[in-house]
């Protein structure tokens, strides 16, 4: 049975200084060929994910667009992550324990945008950026939804409130810029 992170994670630290290290970027790219099911050749991606289970699925076009993003990315900060190196020798771990429940990491804007008082259909939020992947759950009539991460594909990354003002969830959803909402003036 393959690995699969849909553990529940409650507060997502930003990743706009994530997104300047390598290990995070090799993971986060990683993350999301483990959940299409790829199978790895290298000791540290099979020493990380497992090739438990796993086939040749295709990539979603969020999937493509967010590799490409991380590729140029790890391109741009000269990255070199030794494919035969341990987990723990690449960093590896600790940003695995930090987006446990997360099958594709989102990455910070430096831009936040919000809706107050949500009050339109019910939203789908997902581990990852595919129809399959797990939902976490969704957000309440009345929730405040605050988008601050980089979209990919038509997928946004959501978190909220809720209405009596307690930490809700966050997730991916599908298609957000084209759901019917009513929300309060910022």
Known sequence: MRLT????????????????????????????????????NS?????????????????????REMIAWVRAREAALGCAINPNSTASEAGIPTVIDRYRGLTAIPFETGQLSQCRNYRGPELAAHTGLRRSSHVIGSPPQGANLYFRYRDFGGWVFVQWDNPDGTNGLFGWVEDFANTPRVCDPS
């Not at 796993?54 to 969020?62: F, V």
Request: net charge negative.
């Open 43 to 63: 000791a540290l991606a099979r020493d990380v994910f497992s090739n438990e289970g796993c086939s040749s699925a295709e990539l979603t076009a969020a999937e």
């Open 5 to 40: 992170f849909i553990a529940a994670v409650f507060a997502i630290l930003p990743v706009d200084a994530w997104a300047q290290n390598c290990a995070t970027l090799w993971t986060a790219r990683n993350m999301v060929y483990y959940a299409a099911g790829h199978c790895f």
